[in-house]
């Protein structure tokens, strides 16, 4: 993801970390409820993740469940 850019959906996002083994796990688990980006659970797989959710302009942090996590850095 880059810092300038419009964006990208959390399905693809969940999927680019290996969190979700497909687009369609990714959007299950969306909504189920267990995913969460930067500790907010994330509620709709047609939202997009853009810069101005980066925790200190270049990193996120993703949740799967209650163990998994993963932090994304921005280029």
């Avoid at 687009?23 to 853009?50: C, L, S, Y």
Wanted: with cysteine; proline share 4%; net charge positive.
């Amino acid at each position: 993801m880059k810092a300038g850019g419009a964006g990208i959906p959390p399905v693809e996002l969940l999927v680019h970390a290996g969190l979700c083994p497909s687009k369609g796990q990714a959007r299950k688990d969306i909504e189920g409820g267990g995913v969460n980006i930067n500790n907010v659970r994330e509620a709709k797989a047609d939202r997009v993740v853009t810069s101005a959710d980066l925790l200190f302009g270049k990193h996120l942090l993703l949740r799967k469940g209650k163990k998994n996590y993963v932090v994304v850095t921005a280029k």
